[in-house]
């Protein structure tokens, strides 16, 4: 696969069939995804195509990432990582905040009060 995407020309005449290859690796990315989207109906109950775009930024970031700072090839083993990374600075950051406390004020809590 890495000879192929680096130099189809030089894989193909070495012996390796690049298009078995190519549509291959399209078809088991297509059915990695359709799994991922299964597992997600499964997880919600519902899958509708506005799903998708959120999610997308984190993916594309967490492979661009991995690619830059960690070995300047796109790989799994650095997107691992940088996924990794990124989930642990947002726990740090997001987690570290407190939800506010609300209480309510106004007339209908002194009109509760009266009753009492």
């Not at 070495?14 to 399209?26: F, H, I």
């Not at 799994?35 to 109906?41: H, R, V």
């Not at 799903?51 to 984190?58: D, E, I, R």
Request: net charge positive; hydrophobic share 40%.
């Amino acid at each position: 696969m890495f000879a192929t995407g680096g130099n189809p020309e030089a894989a193909r005449l070495s012996g390796v069939e690049t298009d078995r290859l190519a549509w291959g690796s399209l078809i088991a990315s297509t059915g990695i995804a359709c799994f991922a989207g299964l597992i997600y109906s499964w997880k919600f109950g519902t899958y509708t195509s506005s799903v998708g775009p959120p999610l997308l930024f984190t993916a594309v970031g967490a492979v661009f990432f991995g690619a830059s700072q960690l070995k300047g090839r796109p790989n799994v083993r650095c997107t691992v990582i940088a996924v990794a990374s990124r989930q642990a600075i947002v726990k740090v950051t997001v987690g570290s905040r407190r939800a506010p406390t609300t209480r309510r004020r106004g007339p209908s809590s002194t009109r509760c009060n009266r009753h009492r």
